[in-house]
């Protein structure tokens, strides 16, 4: 997985179309957030990004968050993190 990770990160953040803005992980799961400029250039990133690896199970989701709600909430945990 992390091998995946960071093929997505440098295909969208290698002319900021997206910036990863936080890491989940639990229940068996690693979710990436990323803001992006465009939606349906992210989905033709990611699929570019991944063609060398073999079939995973991801499942991508887009919002609206005009007032980065989700980023700002995931930083302002942070000061809950564990050194």
């Known amino acids: 997985m992390e091998d995946v990770q960071i093929a997505i990160q440098k295909a ?7 910036i ?3 890491i989940y992980v639990g ?4 979710v ?5 400029r465009n939606i349906p250039a992210f989905g033709e990133r ?4 991944l063609k060398d690896f073999e079939l995973l199970p991801i499942t991508i989701y887009s919002e ?7 980023y700002l ?4 945990m942070k000061s809950h993190a564990i050194e």
């Not at 953040?13 to 997206?18: A, F, G, N, P, R």
């Not at 609206?64 to 989700?70: A, F, I, S, T, Y």
């Open 12 to 18: 969208m953040e290698k002319d900021k179309l997206s």
């Open 64 to 70: 609206k968050d005009p007032q980065n709600e989700e």
């Open 27 to 30: 229940n068996g799961e690693k």
């Open 20 to 22: 990863m803005t936080g």
């Open 73 to 76: 909430e995931m930083y302002e």
């Open 46 to 49: 990611l699929n570019l990004a």
């Open 32 to 36: 990436l957030v990323f803001i992006t």
